[in-house]
Structure formats: C-alpha cells, structure tokens
C-alpha cells in the first residue's frame, strides 16, 4: 500500500473535475484520480449545448433562466441556488471562450445561440435562444477544452485510478483510498479537502444514454460513510434516445427545428404543451410519448416508438449544426435523415438528485451542518439547481459554475486548515472488499445480476410508476443484493482486473438503485421527473421537501436506508402549476 500526501484531492477528471482542477491547482497542490483517462469522461459525450442569457441571438436575461430552471425543475429547486448559476453562467461561457473553446459562431462572428427544452422569453411566451453550442458537440469541446488548460497549469492526474472509498476521522475529511488499475495496489490519498466529482449513475437502467463507466462510485462511497443521498427519485428520461438503444439524439434537433409524430404523422406535441410544443421540458415530453404508445398511437409493427422527424430541415443546415446525431441514424439504424423520420423512445439520462452540498459546493452531513474538508459538483452532486427536472443545456453550465466553485473552495480550506490524521487501517475496507470478492467461490454471474437489475429498474422505475410497480423493484433489488454477495470474479490476478472493478461498480449501482426505489416509494406525488400514476398531481402540502436518504447499520450489521426530509429554498417564486 502506498501513501500519497496532498492538499487537495479530486476524484474525477470529467468537465466538473477538470474545472475544480484549473482553479485549486493555482492555490493548492492537487491531484486529480480518474478511472478514466480525463478525455473519456462522460462529458465529451454531450452534444447539444449549455445555455447562459448572452442575449446574443435574441432579448434575454439571467432573470428568465432563473425562472426557467425553477419552473422546469417542478419547484423543487433550491432557488437561491439557481439564481447563483444563472447569474455565473455568462461569465462560465466566456471563460471557456477565453480558454479556446471553438463554439458555432452567428454571422456577425458571436457566440450563436440555439432553442433547447423549457428556456422561454418573459415567464413563458415563448421559447428563447439560449443555449451556447459547439455542433452537436459541445460537451467534447468543452472536455477537450478544459483538459488543454489543466495541462497548462500543470494538473497533476492520476489516470486509470479507481477511488472506492472515502477516509473520515471524527467527521472530518482525512482522504480516499484508490485502486490502480494497471498493478492492483492500494493507494490512500492523505488530502486536507476533496472534491467528488465523479460524475452519474444512469447504469441501473438498461435503456440509456449513459456510459458503461457512469456507476455512481462517488455517491456510493459517500453513502456508504454513512452521509446522505438527496434526492435520488428523480432520474430523468430523455425524450429522444435511439429505439431500443438508448443512444442519446439531443434536444437540439428539436431547438433545430425537428418535430416529434406519432403513426398517424400528428405533431402530437401541440396537445399536450400548445405554446411551446417539442420544447416542452423533457419530463412532460417523454410522458407525452409514452402516453402516445399506451394509446396505440406508437409507429412500428409494435407501436413502441414514435418519431423525430427532421425531413422538412434543409440538408445544410443538419450537416452544419447537427452532424454527429444525423451520423449515428445512419450507423446504428441504416436511416437517411434528410428523407426518413428516425425512430426514438425516452432513455434514462441523467440523475438530478446526489451528494447534498451548499452553493460553495461544501457537502452536508445532515439538512443543516457540512462535513469539514468534503466538496461534491457536477452530476454526483445535489446543489439543488436541478430540482425534479434539469432543463437541457444546465448540466454543461452545473459543472463549470459549481466545479469552479468547488475548486476554490476547497484550495481556500486546504490553506487555512492542516491535515487530518488518516484513521487507523485507513485501507481496510476496500482491502476487505476486494479480498472478498477475490477468493469469493460463488456462481453469480455479474453480468447476470446486473441485467436482472437493469430490466426491473426499466420496468418498474422508469417514466411512470406506482406503489405496486415500486415494490416490485424494491424486492428484485433485496434479491439481487442477496445474490450479489455470491457473486464470482473469473479474474483472480491483479493487473488491469476489470472483471473485479465491475463487480465493485455492480454492487454501487444496486445500492442506489435501492435508494432510489426507496425514496421514490416513499413519495406520494408526481412532480417533475417521478411520476407516479397512483397520485398523479403534485402535492406541495406534504412533498415540497428535499428526500434526504441514510443509510443505517444496526446492531447485527444488517444495513436499512432511513428517509428524511429537507426543507426547499425558496426566494422570489411561489409555486405555480406548469403549463407550457
Ligand atoms: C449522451 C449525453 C449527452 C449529454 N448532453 C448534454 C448537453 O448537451 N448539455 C448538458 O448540459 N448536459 C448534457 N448531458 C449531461 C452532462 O453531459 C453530464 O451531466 C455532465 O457532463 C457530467 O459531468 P461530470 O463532470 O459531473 O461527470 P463526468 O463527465 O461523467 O466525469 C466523471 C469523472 O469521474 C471519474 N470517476 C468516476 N468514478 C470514479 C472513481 N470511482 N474513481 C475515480 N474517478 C472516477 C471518471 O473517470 C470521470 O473522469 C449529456 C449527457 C449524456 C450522457
């Protein structure tokens, strides 16, 4: 086992990670661990933009986009929050402008600026410009672009290093323990502050845009420290994956132009959100479509899809501005998009709920108190801006104000604060559980468990649910951690052992699929992107409050989650019903 010290620890090298890193590594010396090499991190895969009120296009302000996120986000938002991101947005875009990000530019040589899902002008007259893109691959240029800068100052990383665990000491933060993928060792991270940011956990589902590699790790090894996970219930379904792939076609085809139909060639969208129809939030669309499906207006011989028809858009305009999604109908479906609609169902997205922090990004223990020393951002983390559903483009711009945030927070608490002692075995944990896992002589298949997970959290958790369908979820998962603990490990060597990572990353993703199944049992209301058929409305009496997720241990060991609940910052806007 080999013992590092730091200031300050990061663990994730996606946009979040590397913009913490830009900034703590001019005030403290840091390091980065990344179980990826920072330029796979998931957020080079995010094609359609991030906004901010440039009002480059057309009349716009921070205000709006405030409101826009408090509205879309069902009024869970913690508003004093989304105000800070909103505000920081436009200088979050010109910092990436100033570093080299080549964004699409209009004519006169400005930023351009395109329609995405729930932004409007004035409250909700109609749907504004407002989202900042590079193509369709805006989340590319901005990994590319902040690893260029991390390279510049000097970052240091630690690729292909897996944090699987968090060091406490009497409630303050101590450091991380690591696994190195290329030779098997351990290695604790001594750190006197460190930042999560190791991204999202889509993985639970089968149909999604996700990565292999989005496991949720961070929140898992906070949880399993005993802090709270808020939130987790609310996962977004993104309207239009590629059918039965789940291969992610950004809403910017939408802000482009492109219009949703059903069988009969409707643009069924006009009924269910008239003023601002397929830019309705993504909540509200995915429902839209599977309500179409129920109602046997879905297209194919199954009737289990509908369509994104871009035909009516001029060639030139899909080869300019939307060149990778056009490129993946044609690969993975063998569809021409200039002459053909292209088939698409909802696809788990992205997880609003996380690692509760304030808006400096400093995580909490509890509803009030943080822990000393800890920061979260970017998708592990819970501000809440995103509050029951993230508008699209507002990931992109999270990661860059929050990460920035987080960055120099956490160099400011390394300065003024010294180490604290690592606890004693600092590594036995993850020692114990890879041992386990090693040597374990089971017959579960991980590749089994984790499909049987996949397909009932598709099932039973996805766009909508029920107390019935819930509890179906709630005891397939009981039953897989069950098998779980028989899992085995085909490889028992200990260079570049994926097959032991995946095990390891199998059983994070059961235990917040268990949180969230939990959480989302436990409310009784529809609002933003939980929906659940057997209570329909929203009910702000009971449920305008935060879950806030424990998990407990009790005197034999046997582990329950405990729910608590966490009041809602309001500022200037008083709940309304959401109309589009
Ligand atoms: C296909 C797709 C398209 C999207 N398009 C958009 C868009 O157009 N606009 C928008 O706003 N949002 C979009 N999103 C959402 C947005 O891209 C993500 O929410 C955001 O990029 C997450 O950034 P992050 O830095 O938090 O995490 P990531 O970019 O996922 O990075 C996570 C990092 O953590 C590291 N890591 C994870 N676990 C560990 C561990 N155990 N130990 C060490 N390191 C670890 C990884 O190596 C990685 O470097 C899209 C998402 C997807 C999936």
Redesign the pocket.
Known sequence: MQIHKYDTVI???????MRAAIESTQRSRTAV????Y?T???????????CAALANVEEDNWEWHTFDTVKGGDYLVDQDAAEIMCKEAIDAVLDLEKMGLPFSRTPEGRIDQRRFGGHTRNHGEAAVRRSCYAADR??HMI?QTLFQNCVKHGVEFFNE????DLLLNEGRTAGVV?YELATGEIHVFQAKSVVF????N?KFFKVT???H???G??QA?VYRRGLPLEDMEFFQFHPTGIWRMGI?L???ARGEGGILRNKDGERFMERYAPTIKDLAPRDMVSRAIYTEIREGRGCGPDGDHVYLDLTHLPPEQLDAKLPDITEFARTYLGIEPYTDPIPIQPTA??EMGGIPTNVEGEVLRNNTDIVPGLYA????ACVSVHGANRL????????NVF?RRAGIAAAEYAHANDWTELPENPAALVEELLENLRTSDGTESIAQIRKEMQETMDANAMVYRTETTLKQAVADLAALKERYKNVSVQDKGKRYNTDLLEAVELGNLLDLAEVLAISALARNESRGGHYREDYPTRDDVNFMRHTMAYREVDADGKASIRLDYKPVVQTRYQPMERKY
Request: hydrophobic share 35%.
């Open positions: 663990v994730g090298a996606g946009g979040a990670g661990l990344t179980k990826l920072p796979r991190s998931h957020t080079g895969a995010a094609q359609g933009g991030m805006t989340g990994l290093f897996y944090v699987l690591a940011a190791s991204g999202g889509g845009s996700n990565a590699t989005l496991t790790d961070g090894a992610l950004t809403e910017g997205h992205y951002a970017g998708e592990v699209g483009t507002n990931s992109l711009l999270d990661i990460g």
